[in-house]
């Protein structure tokens, strides 16, 4: 199976369980790996031959920006259900979403959660 990544979505939301990200909101990074057929793309070089990079990067950035989910996992669970639902061609995803800067004390470090789905 062909593989087109996508890394580095990033835009700011208020997202997480407490309060405190709720109102003053964080930055969230997502970088995604679709498995699709690209056989068609490589032979045509036409952009309907395979998954538009825009429209997906669009509506992760949409997702982050207007929802209020307390989890990461259920951010990361939103892109990936979109994005198979929108092209019936992508046969998985996976779905990293990073925090840089969790509200953890004491902690210079990053979390992310990563799944895959399946049509």
């Not at 407490?18 to 930055?27: F, H, R, S």
């Not at 969230?28 to 679709?34: C, E, Q, R, S």
Request: hydrophobic share 40%; net charge neutral; aromatic share 6%.
């Amino acid at each position: 199976m062909d593989t087109i990544h996508i890394n580095g979505i990033k835009a700011f939301g208020y997202l997480g369980v407490l309060k405190e990200e709720n109102t003053l909101g964080q930055w969230f990074i997502v970088d995604l790996k679709i498995s699709i057929d690209l056989s068609a793309a490589g032979k045509s070089d036409a952009l309907a031959d395979t998954h538009s990079y825009v429209e997906i990067v669009q509506e992760t950035t949409r997702l982050i920006q207007t929802q209020k989910y307390q989890l990461i996992e259920r951010l990361a669970d939103a892109v990936a259900t979109h994005a198979l639902k929108s092209d019936s061609r992508i046969q998985q995803i996976t779905v990293k979403v990073t925090k840089p800067t969790p509200p953890i004390p004491n902690f210079a470090g990053t979390v992310a959660v990563e799944i895959t789905r399946q049509q």
